[in-house]
């Protein structure tokens, strides 16, 4: 089995910063893709930022220059920095990798249980 843990949640005020983390661990053989998703109070499921195993970024363009996404290879493990939180990045945020387990011929998409980022004004 895979499982995917975030760390670094909280509440921060407006312009704060917060480090998020996810660590992926179980009988992993390769891992592309890595990223990270958000939900907010009754909104659906967003893409926030993604990093391929080579260290190519992508991000949405609403955190784009304030958010940043990184990985750590050999730690299976990806990070996200938040910087100049605003009360609309309130949101429980997902990590997401694409992983071929140990007996899975495919890639196959993982999610953490999420992790909450609550930003006061």
């Known amino acids: 089995q895979v499982h995917l843990v975030e760390s670094g949640g909280g509440l921060v005020q407006v312009g704060g910063s917060l480090r998020l983390s996810c660590a992926a661990s179980?009988?992993?053989?390769?891992?592309?893709?890595m990223g990270w998703f958000r939900q907010a109070p009754g909104q659906q499921r967003e893409f926030v930022a993604t990093i391929t195993d080579d260290g190519l970024t992508n991000y949405a363009m609403s955190v784009k220059g304030r958010f940043t996404v990184s990985r750590d290879n050999p730690k299976n493990t990806v990070y996200l920095e938040t910087h100049s939180l605003q009360p609309g990045d309130t949101a429980v945020y997902y990590c997401?990798?694409?992983?071929?387990?140990?007996?899975?011929?495919?890639?196959?998409?993982?999610w953490g249980k999420g992790t909450l980022v609550t930003v006061s004004s």
């Open positions: 179980g009988n992993i053989l390769a891992i592309e893709n």
């Open positions: 997401h990798a694409m992983i071929r387990a140990s007996g899975d011929s495919l890639l196959m998409n993982y």
